[in-house]
């Protein structure tokens, strides 16, 4: 009968790159992730200020409108 044989743990040099890999990925992933959700709020504030700008643009051309024809 055989015995199974256990493998050598891998030289510590390669625990060491995958580990710089496994980090640098993560890191990667989280820019990234900030960067999508700084990009959203921008684009949420430039909605909430268009919009802002068409309530008054309106607001002025009904006010214009009711005291022109009143």
Do not use: N, W
Not at 6 to 15: A, E, F, N, Y
Not at 40 to 62: A, Y
Request: glycine share 2%.
């Amino acid at each position: 009968m055989e015995t199974a044989s256990v493998p050598p743990p891998p030289p510590p040099l390669l625990c060491h790159f995958v580990g710089f890999v496994r980090s640098l990925t993560y890191a990667l992933i989280q820019s990234r992730t900030r960067e999508k959700e700084r990009e959203r709020k921008r684009l949420h504030k430039m909605r909430l200020q268009v919009g802002d700008i068409s309530r008054t643009l309106v607001f002025f051309l009904h006010l214009r409108k009711v005291l022109l024809f009143e």
